[in-house]
């Protein structure tokens, strides 16, 4: 949850509309004042008020400078998503603000490696670095640099608005995900910043056909997944769907660990509940795909991502509590292959020889 502290009641929908006519006049001093009222009003009012006010709130993110509390105001908007204002009518501001800073940390980034020395490591995520030397380490315009420096501090703070919106709605990954994913990953990939739950939420797969084979029967399976946050939750419910659906042998996963990874009703803080491993998960080249990864790790084969299944080395076991309480999974098998099918699919395989370490 974004906000946390409880406030005096307040009347939210006129601090939205003084916030609204003061940006509209372009006061500071008075969308300063009212800026301060909104955060304060967001937390203490019903969720009724949150339902209207969600996406009045993203609304003005583009009106508000790269230089000012743009995340601040998406984190009161993401707040007013999470007590049920409409995901898709708040996505576009929001996501628009995650996918700028992004960029333009990547782009503070490439700045500060070109002019430095070599050895210079990329920077702590702390406004406290931003002084007049960085400013002109940077280059370009003050404006410009701040700019920059502020995206590369405050990049992680769009991160639960950015949540609120994707795990609530299919239609909004779908229309935004991929565009924002290579640069979410480009700077998770410089170490210095922790956007692991972000670039999850964005490799959602939604409505995705998945031929899986299980190499110790030869069989093999379509099946259809959405909405599932890492390979722990696929796992559990592939084993669900097939040795559950007696067609392949098995552990079956407890009803407890698979209502966790479904029910649309996220659980209230975590649970006790562990998962036991029933499978050996591999690439089609017979490299391991981690239960910590992601189902868009599988690769694509022939236009259809490929995952074969193979007798586990070792018992693993996990808490069966999925990664985005918000995000019920699914997993439905809608044929049987034939054996000729299953031959073939087979046949764009290899059972590799990797060392297997525990997930």
Known sequence: MIFKRKREASDLAAIVSELEEAVAARDGDRTGRAFTAVMNGVQPASDAERVLAGPR?????????????????????????ERGADPAACAEPILGGVHRDLLDALEFARRW????????????????????ALLARLGGDTYEATRLALAWCSVEEWQPPALAVLCRSAKVRHRHASAILPACRDLAALERHDLKCLAYALAVLDDEPLMVLHRPTGTGFEVRIGGIGDNFQLHTLLAHVLVGGGHVPGSMPSAESVRLATDPEPAQGRTQTVATGAFELLAPDGKRIWNEGLPDDIPVVEGCRLLVLDEPTYQRSWNADRFFPQLPGTAELTRVLTTDESRTWFARTSPGNEIRRPS
């Open 57 to 81: 709130l993203a609304a003005l993110l583009p009106a508000f400078p790269p230089t000012g509390p743009r995340p601040m105001l998406a984190m009161a908007a993401g707040f007013c998503v």
């Open 113 to 132: 490696t070109a002019t430095g020395a070599a050895e210079d490591e990329l920077p702590e995520p702390d406004e406290k670095i931003i002084d007049d």
